[in-house]
């Protein structure tokens, strides 16, 4: 079965301590990767997008990175406005371009 | 610069009674969605519409119907509310059904069916 799984459920950092979150996948044939950052009472935004295994992509103070079986997203240098819960989702090129997402991380920076 | 625009955005319903789920995109989107989202789970796709007049069956389908009314617009109906269909809805768009895409979600639905 495919599955998208996310570790932790919910971390809770300082201001300015770094981490990683990360998304497990066991979908055959990973067309695409996503993140996307969820505040309360909103919808997911979207942030990245990873195709291969190696690839990376930043934005601010958050880097996506892939290989074939996970994906992690690190936050460096945290601020309390980074506090959100973080999606992950794999699209297997099922049926058009559907996605399976993970649970999520519910990410708590304090200052 | 609007995106994605779910109307209403909280609705209280009876069991038995039905109701439509409005939304709508301005980025001119081929493909539309709709997801439901619930404590403890992932969102999971409800039905989706690929292109402007075609609409397809996601993980979730039953006791909903929906409708592509235009390349704008995609509504989601509940025919016969059912307490198991208190959820928050979310609507998404992308500019093709093309598995490189990001989808754009709309801020939701909360429907709660007593």
Redesign the interface.
């Known amino acids: 079965e495919d599955q ?1 799984t996310q570790s932790p459920e919910a971390l809770r950092l300082q201001e300015g301590e770094s981490s990683s979150l990360n998304c497990s996948y066991t979908v055959s044939g990973l ?2 990767l ?1 993140w ?1 950052r969820q505040d309360p ?6 942030l990245f ?1 990873l ?1 291969s295994a190696g690839e990376e992509k930043e934005k601010e103070r958050l880097k996506a990175t892939l290989t074939k079986k996970e994906s992690f997203l690190h936050i460096t240098a945290p601020k309390p406005e980074d506090s959100a819960t973080y ?1 992950c ?1 794999v ?1 297997y ?1 099922g ?10 991380t519910k990410l708590s920076v304090k200052p | 610069n609007a995106g ?1 625009t779910q109307t209403p955005k909280f609705q209280v319903l009876k069991t038995g009674q039905s109701m439509t789920l409005q939304c709508a995109q301005d980025m001119n989107h081929n ?1 539309m ?1 709709w997801y439901r989202q619930d404590p ?6 409800i039905y ?1 519409s ?1 292109s402007e007049g075609t609409t ?1 069956k ?1 993980e979730v389908p039953n006791g909903y119907n929906v409708s592509r009314l235009n390349k704008r617009e995609f509504s989601l109906r509940l025919e016969s509310a059912a307490p198991s269909q208190t959820s928050v809805y ?1 609507c ?1 768009s ?1 500019a ?13 639905t909360r429907l709660s069916i007593l």
């Open positions: 998208v067309r695409g996503f996307y009472g909103k919808g997911p935004e979207f997008t195709y999606l989702a699209n090129g049926s058009q371009g559907n996605l399976i997402f993970g649970k999520g | 994605v493909s969605y403890g789970m992932g969102l999971r796709l989706y690929a397809d996601g979310f998404a992308s093709t059904g093309r598995s490189n895409q990001p989808q754009h979600f709309g801020d939701g």
